[in-house]
């Protein structure tokens, strides 16, 4: 039986009608910028000379006019604010970008910390658009990825997440037809015919994601705790190991221990994000520090922290 959960489609890295960059296949130019930035200067939103942006993100393969060209897009969409001083300017991260960022990073930090306690109720969302209103549908349909569910028929999505106030917010402002809400468990039949809320999900698919991640930076581990990596390759690397791990929150909907196969990789695929993500985080600090200290005051450069697991995973508790 075909999956109605197409595990290859690229989704949004962020929900709809936010002025994050979306996500595409391998890293835009904006969202390697909107990344690094937020690496390095959250929570505080400190400026970076614009010159250090462009040199950070060519040391990641960007032309530098691609970069500059990245920076002003990044502006215009309020993404990004500027300063000058002469000649020199600096940008840093918006207010309302930096919460976005800062609870986006949160929800990765904390993404299978724990295992769930489940009370073997699902959240069902049942709706109806009429076929002409394909954009609301697809509107709709991506905003239900973003929040955990999936598609156990075409007009029936699934979550083992009880409502909260950010599924009530966030669907009122895509429910465009007739939509219902509502709290069941599943009822066992002894036909063949039954399906599971779980088959709503590709479990192989998702595990194969892990197993190719685990396959991509476990070899890096040595590296890293010997501390034989440094300088741009560290900074590249906390780039692209963040941006292969955002993935699984959007592809892997946590479901509880007793729904999931043996031995599901989600526990060591964070155990090797925090490794690499952490492990490096001095390395490129002290990189991009160097980077900054080339066009600005050395109080700026000082100003730049590298953001840890720990630290993301504590933003917005307080």
């Known amino acids: ?66 970069a500059r060209t990245a920076i002003s897009r990044l502006t215009r969409r309020g993404v990004l604010e500027s300063s000058r001083q002469g000649r020199h300017s600096s940008h840093r991260l918006t207010t309302d970008a930096a919460a976005e960022l800062l609870a986006g990073g949160a929800w990765i930090a904390r993404f299978g910390d724990r295992d769930r306690v489940w009370d073997g109720y699902w959240t069902l969302v049942a709706f109806s658009l009429p076929e002409e209103q394909s954009a609301r549908r697809r509107s709709l349909r991506a905003e239900l990825r973003w929040l955990g569910f999936a598609p156990l028929y075409d007009g029936l999505w699934v979550s083992p997440d009880e409502v909260n106030p950010t599924v009530e917010r966030r669907l009122a402002t895509v429910a465009f037809g007739a939509l219902t809400v509502f709290r069941a468990r599943q009822a066992d039949l002894a036909v063949e015919v039954s399906r599971s809320p779980v088959d709503a999900w590709d479990l192989p698919a998702i595990a194969g994601h892990y197993q190719r991640f ?30 292969a791990y955002r993935r699984f929150p959007l592809l892997d909907p946590q479901l509880p221990t007793e729904l999931l196969p043996a031995g599901w990789p989600r526990s060591q695929a964070r155990d090797l994000f925090v490794a690499v993500y952490d492990g490096l985080a001095g390395p ?35």
């Open 214 to 243: 685990d396959q991509r930076w476990r070899p890096l581990l040595p590296q890293v705790r010997r501390g034989g990596i440094a300088g741009a390759t560290a900074v590249q690397a906390r780039t692209q190991i963040m941006d």
């Open 284 to 318: 490129a600090e002290r990189h991009v520090q160097a980077v900054v200290r080339q066009t600005a005051a050395a109080s700026r450069a000082d100003a730049v922290r590298a953001q840890t697991v720990v630290r993301l995973g504590a933003t917005g508790t307080s």
């Open 1 to 66: 039986m075909v999956s109605p959960f197409e595990i290859e489609e690229i989704f949004p890295d962020v929900a709809v009608g936010s002025r994050l960059p979306r996500r595409q296949q391998g890293s835009s130019a904006q969202a390697l910028a909107a990344t690094l930035v937020a690496d390095y200067t959250l929570p505080d939103r400190v400026w970076l000379p614009s010159a250090a942006i462009v040199a950070l993100l060519v040391e990641s393969g960007v032309s530098s006019g691609a």
